[in-house]
């Protein structure tokens, strides 16, 4: 039941977004922060739709890995933020955790610094993206993920009888900042390091970007 009502929400949303600039590779509005007290704030201001905040957030992200021309990159980052997105709606307990709908997630404090610090250098990116080839890139890995089919990030018994991927941490090594080649939470009991990812017919080493896998499944009935 839980993953029937998922892959409608997902599609609904996928269906209800426009794709036509996104679609294109056609840059986004510049956004400035301006007077606006927070990110956020001007996105929404901006009017920004919900798909263009998630191709947003994959474009920022990518470029902040120091691997921005890899479209492996871009894909994989997509499908880490909409497990998170697809986890909440499905679990009440994960969305007190992560946030709810893609806005929720990305602009809940500590889980993306691109997106909700004015003091990042990569808000910038976020806000008034910059690179038509890169744009291209962050739009096609958020549409294959809004979409739902193929995530590479399911592998798990529990994720395949779900449809639902417990993959949601992610570092990035070669960023200009991390202060370590692995994340703070490393060793943590919480999540487990997964290695190289395949992702399409292409392995994103975990050089470029680490993901880890939550070690418990969420405990509450599902939605």
Same mark, same amino acid.
């Given at each position: ?47 920004? %739709? ?67 610090? !004015? ?63 692995? %994340? ?5 009991? %919480? ?6 990812? !395949? ?25």
């Amino acid at each position: 039941m839980v993953k029937k009502i998922l892959a409608a929400a997902v599609l609904l949303t996928a269906v209800s977004l426009p794709l036509g600039r996104l679609g294109a590779g056609e840059l986004p509005a510049c956004l400035q922060l301006g007077t606006a007290p927070t990110v956020r704030s001007a996105i929404e201001a901006g009017g920004v %739709a919900e798909e263009e905040v998630l191709t947003r957030l994959v474009y920022a992200e990518s470029v902040s890995t120091g691997h921005a021309d890899d479209p492996a990159v871009y894909e994989a980052i997509a499908w880490g933020v909409m497990n998170r997105v697809s986890l909440a709606e499905a679990f009440p307990s994960k969305e007190r955790i992560y946030g709810r709908g893609i806005s929720g997630v990305i602009f809940k404090p500590g889980q993306f610094n691109p997106a909700v610090s !004015k003091r990042s250098r990569f808000s910038k990116e976020f806000l008034c993206p910059s690179d038509p080839a890169r744009w291209r890139m962050a739009g096609q890995a958020a549409r294959k993920a809004l979409a739902g089919a193929g995530n590479p990030l399911i592998e798990t018994p529990w994720e395949k009888q779900h449809g639902l991927s417990l993959v949601v941490g992610f570092y990035y090594p070669d960023s200009v900042q991390a202060r370590t080649r692995l %994340a703070p939470w490393e060793g943590s009991r %919480a999540l487990k390091f997964i290695g190289d990812v !395949k992702v399409g017919d292409a392995v994103l080493s975990s050089r470029k970007v680490r993901f880890y896998r939550l070690t418990s499944a969420p405990r509450d009935p599902g939605r």
